[in-house]
């Protein structure tokens, strides 16, 4: 089964849209939530997926699956106050070996001025060594009230 392993941390001050680069805007909305397994669609001008996650903290289980706009739409209702609008921005981090890409969300609505980095690793002894760059604020991993599905419910923890 295809794991996913992430950091994710705070971005209390957003760069530029210079520096960030393009970005994609998505909407994205929680079908199914079963402490620890969140079923999503994400919908952006060019794709359409359903995502199922379990687990929690730095290792979780992830299957991603493309489907149409049609069948994407056709599901958005029942996401009703449990969705979330970003524009997710990749941007590569350092210039040594390896380097890594952080997707860098840019929150809109009612999550407007939040700013989330997520980073993938190949494994969970490269996710310990990474050391995150001075733009990236407090680590997020293991505080539910920061997941997207959280958010997608509930709003920002801290305000």
Do not use: C
């Not at 669609?41 to 359903?50: G, K, Q």
């Amino acid at each position: 089964m295809p794991i996913e392993i992430e950091r994710k941390f705070l971005v209390p001050d957003v760069p530029s849209t210079e520096r960030l680069g393009p970005g994609t805007h998505l909407r994205q909305g929680y079908l199914a939530e079963d402490e620890p397994v969140e079923v999503r669609v994400r919908i952006s001008e060019t794709a359409a997926h359903l995502t199922v996650k379990a687990g929690a903290g730095l290792s979780r289980t992830e299957v991603d699956i493309a489907i149409t706009a049609h069948d994407a739409e056709a599901l958005w209702p029942l996401t009703v106050g449990r969705r979330i609008e970003k524009t997710r921005h990749h941007v590569t981090l350092g210039n040594g070996s390896p380097r890594y890409v952080a997707d860098v969300d840019v929150y809109s609505g009612t999550l407007t001025g939040l700013g989330v980095a997520e980073v993938e690793f190949a494994s969970e002894s490269d996710a310990a060594a990474f050391d995150p760059p001075d733009w990236f604020g407090a680590e997020l991993m293991g505080d539910s009230a920061w997941s997207n599905a959280t958010l997608a419910r509930h709003g920002r923890p801290d305000t």
